[in-house]
T-cell receptor, first 110, second 112 residues
Framework: EDKVVQSPLSLVVHEGDTVTLNCSYE??????LLWYKQEKKAPTFLFMLTSSGIEKKSGRLSSILDKKELSSILNITATQTGDSAIYLCAVDPGGGKLIFGQGTELSVKP | DGGITQSPKYLFRKEGQNVTLSCEQNLNHDAMYWYRQDPGQGLRLIYYSQIVNDFQKGDIAEGYSVSREKKESFPLTVTSAQKNPTAFYLC???????????FGDGTRLSIL
């Protein structure tokens, strides 16, 4: 059975800390891995990763895929309270049927 | 403003009742999707549609039905056969099946 596992499930940090969120997957077919941020309602798209070892970056957020280890990490540097959210990882095995992990709930304290 | 609009934001269902959740997009996307989100769980795919007049079952389609008569609209009906409908329902769309999906703000469904 295809599955995506995220760790940790929840995390509390202080402003200014750097955090690393993990996503591992076991799927029969792999097309891409996606990261989303969900604050209260709509998940918003962060990154789509298809190639191993190539870092994608947007401001203080970055992500990289390791196809050998079947995993990806999402890094957030110099965290702010506005980074508090659930971070979702999903794998696209092809055909648009995304497989989501449980999410990591990040809380950033002032 | 381009985006995905879901309505209503909150919905209550009585036992034995069918309810319909609306999803409209003006992004000119071909593909649309419905997900269910339960506390502590990731999103699970209910139905998806690659193109008008075509849709496919996702992983948890039992107790749900959809239609795709127009490109902009993909309504989801939660039927009385769905015994545990209380959840947060998210609609998404994408240019095509292999492009990133973008989400609406969701509808929270509860049982009266």
């Amino acid at each position: 059975e295809d599955k995506v596992v995220q760790s940790p499930l929840s995390l509390v940090v202080h402003e200014g800390d750097t955090v690393t969120l993990n996503c591992s997957y076991e799927v029969t077919n792999f097309r891409s891995l996606l990261w989303y941020k969900q604050e209260k309602k709509a998940p918003t798209f962060l990154f789509m990763l298809t190639s191993s070892g190539i870092e994608k970056k947007s401001g203080r957020l970055s992500s990289i895929l390791d196809k050998k280890e079947l995993s990806s990490i999402l890094n957030i540097t110099a965290t702010q309270t506005g980074d508090s959210a659930i971070y979702l990882c999903a794998v696209d095995p092809g055909g648009g049927k995304l497989i989501f992990g449980q999410g990591t709930e990040l809380s950033v304290k002032p | 403003d381009g985006g995905i609009t879901q309505s209503p934001k909150y919905l209550f269902r009585k036992e034995g009742q069918n309810v319909t959740l609306s999803c409209e997009q003006n992004l000119n996307h071909d593909a649309m999707y419905w997900y269910r989100q339960d506390p502590g769980q990731g999103l699970r795919l209910i139905y998806y549609s690659q193109i008008v007049n075509d849709f496919q079952k996702g992983d948890i389609a039992e107790g749900y039905s959809v239609s795709r008569e127009k490109k902009e609209s993909f309504p989801l009906t939660v039927t009385s056969a769905q015994k545990n409908p209380t959840a947060f329902y998210l609609c998404a769309s994408s240019v095509s099946l292999d492009q990133p999906q973008h989400f609406g703000d969701g509808t929270r469904l509860s049982i009266l």
